[in-house]
T-cell receptor, first 115, second 110 residues
């Protein structure tokens, strides 16, 4: 089983619908992240959480919200999806004991299409 | 956090050749990491080089770091078709989060 699991892997939805992308990890890491990737734009950070009680906005948080339900679970929500949120979304984790390295461990991605 | 800028954007070589890609950044760093992304998959950590290191090897990978020029290079020797992927650098300052540029897309043809 993968250490960082994202569900769903693929989702097609319509404008205005609420969508939740879920991430769970078995690595025991406190830190979790959500990124989105668009063709030609690299990865951009949406939200991150350094522990269960900590939530921080990344560079493109508008239109998104997150919930850290437990150390192992970090969900990303789009309250009212719009077409320019069509992208590949990645969850990642890191170990604060490696704070000096910051190495990230990524899930396999969730491809979201908003029609 | 700061974003690295990879160059070239795309690189096409034959199997057996070496592939070199470069990364530039703007401010001082603690370390710099390289990641690989196979098409549509999650990024995978390849190698980390610390600011006090100038060169590091891991298998067929060789990474150099020149802090005076704020640049790093990743060399893949004797490339294989399986090396076809996008490669990203991630410079890290302090306890910042990682950000990623557009990457270098490497195509290795048989």
């Amino acid at each position: 089983d993968a250490d960082v699991t994202q569900t769903p892997r693929n989702r097609i939805t319509k404008t205005g619908k609420r969508i939740m992308l879920e991430c769970s990890q078995t690595k025991g890491h406190d830190r979790m992240y959500w990124y989105r990737q668009d063709p030609g734009l690299g990865l951009r950070l949406i939200y991150y959480s350094f522990d269960v009680k900590d939530i921080n906005k990344g560079e493109i948080s508008d239109g998104y919200s997150v919930s850290r339900q437990a150390q192992a679970k970090f969900s990303l929500s789009l309250e009212s999806a719009i077409p320019n949120q069509t992208a590949l979304y990645f969850c990642a984790t890191s170990d604060p004991r490696d704070s000096n390295t910051g190495e990230l461990f990524f899930g396999e991605g969730s491809r979201l299409t908003v029609l | 956090s700061q974003q690295g800028e990879e160059d070239p954007q795309a690189l096409s070589i034959q199997e057996g050749e070496n592939a070199t890609m470069n990364c530039s950044y703007k401010t001082s760093i603690n370390n710099l990491q390289w990641y690989r992304q196979n098409s549509g998959r999650g990024l995978v950590h390849l190698i980390l080089i610390r600011s006090n290191e100038r060169e590091k090897h891991s298998g067929r990978l060789r990474v150099t770091l020149d802090t005076s020029k704020k640049s790093s290079s990743l060399l893949i020797t004797a490339s294989r078709a399986a090396d076809t992927a996008s490669y990203f650098c991630a410079p890290i300052s302090g306890y910042s989060t990682l950000t990623f540029g557009k990457g270098t897309m490497l195509l290795v043809s048989p």
